[in-house]
């Protein structure tokens, strides 16, 4: 069974900076695209970004385009997604999650992702 687990999360300040990890056990993330959603109570889970096997092809939501950046380390099978500039309307619990079906680019909806980490907890507050 393919495992993700996200960390970093936490409690930030408005303005603040956080970097979350997506970290897989017992595959290697070489040959997959990642993608990060958030969720909220009451919400849909929406798309935050992704990034391709190669890490060649990334893609942002408007709303966090310019303050979050997404990138892999495929030699620590690890992808982050670094998140500055952090807003109230950011706290949500993120997900990673990964698809290996998808070639050229990474996936946007969640139904394409067959992975998923069971999520980490961001709150920005002042």
């Known amino acids: 069974q393919l495992q993700l687990v996200e960390s970093g999360g936490g409690l930030v300040q408005p303005g603040g900076s956080l970097r979350l990890s997506c970290a897989a056990s017992r595959f290697t993330l070489d040959y997959y695209n990642i993608g990060w959603f958030r969720q909220v109570p009451g919400k849909e889970r929406e798309g935050v970004s992704c990034?391709?096997?190669?890490?060649?092809?990334?893609h942002y939501a408007d709303s966090v385009k310019g303050r979050f950046t997404i990138s892999r380390d495929n030699a620590k099978n690890t992808v982050y997604l670094q998140m500055n500039s952090l807003q109230p309307e950011d706290t949500a619990v993120y997900y990673c999650?990964?698809?290996?079906?998808?070639?050229?680019?990474?996936?946007?909806?969640?139904?394409?992702?067959?992975?998923w980490g069971q999520g980490t907890q961001v709150t920005t507050s002042s």
């Open positions: 999650a990964a698809d290996r079906n998808t070639v050229g680019g990474c996936p946007w909806r969640s139904v394409d992702y067959a992975y």
């Open positions: 990034i391709s096997s190669s890490g060649g092809f990334t």
